[in-house]
């Protein structure tokens, strides 16, 4: 069974950037896509962007520009989620999933405040 | 980008009652590519539906999804107290994945 640990909760100054990580075990890390969801406050969820493990690719949600950088590191088999220039609405409580979306992670509270 | 619509935003019902909910998407769905999660206040949602009517292991048979093309619904036949949460809908035919605004299920 695949089982999904994050990083602790982060407070971030306006511009500075955070880098959440996932931890997977319980399965193949390198058969796995795993994807990034975050949630703010009181809303509803939003795709970040994934790894597409069958083609290797990386794609992420063309609403964060230049923002989303997904890096794998599979001596530990854990991916980042790397997001830059925080602003206000980027506080969200940010989840990264696998296994079909079956597994979820805990969920990594990011809170972009001056 | 596909943008599916949940309806309705919140559904008032009691235990025991049968609840629908609706999930409407902007563009055909790619292999009827279509989840339902639940979730509850301070938990990461639950997949509960894949493929529009595959439940996911371990989900109650009182789960049932349906539909293709642009119209697909979540049924919960009998309520029980732990099924009121929100529910999303999720479409991964195509990318961006995308999901819906979400249906509170409430007493």
């Known amino acids: 069974q695949v089982q999904v640990v994050q990083s602790g909760a982060e407070m971030k100054r306006p511009g500075a950037s955070v880098k959440v990580s996932c931890k997977i075990s319980?399965?193949?890390?390198?058969?796995?896509?795993i994807h990034w969801v975050r949630q703010a406050p009181g809303k509803g969820l939003e795709w970040m962007g994934g790894?597409?493990?069958?083609?290797?690719?990386?794609i992420n949600a063309q609403r964060f520009p230049g923002r989303v950088t997904l890096t794998q590191d599979t001596s530990t088999d854990t991916a980042y989620m790397y997001l830059s220039s925080l602003r206000s609405e980027d506080t969200a409580i940010y989840y990264c999933?696998?296994?079909?979306?079956?597994?979820w992670g805990q969920g990594t509270l990011v809170i972009v405040s001056s | 980008e596909i943008v599916l619509t949940q309806s309705p935003g919140t559904l008032s019902l009691s235990p025991g009652e049968r609840a629908t909910l609706s999930c409407r998407a902007s563009?055909?769905?790619?292999?009827?590519?279509l989840a339902w999660y639940q979730q509850k206040p301070g938990q990461a949602p639950r997949l509960l539906m894949y493929?529009?009517?595959s439940r996911a292991t371990g989900i109650a048979d009182r789960f049932s999804g349906s539909g293709s093309g642009t119209d697909f619904t979540l049924t919960i036949r009998r309520l029980e107290p732990e099924d009121f949460a929100v529910y999303y809908c999720?479409?991964?035919?195509?990318?961006?994945?995308?999901f819906g605004g979400g249906t509170k299920v409430e007493i």
């Open positions: 790894f597409d493990a069958e083609d290797g690719e990386i």
């Open positions: 999720q479409q991964y035919g195509s990318f961006p994945l995308t």
């Open positions: 493929d529009a009517s």
């Open positions: 563009q055909s769905i790619t292999s009827s590519s």
């Open positions: 319980g399965y193949t890390f390198t058969d796995l896509s």
């Open positions: 999933t696998t296994d079909g979306f079956y597994a």
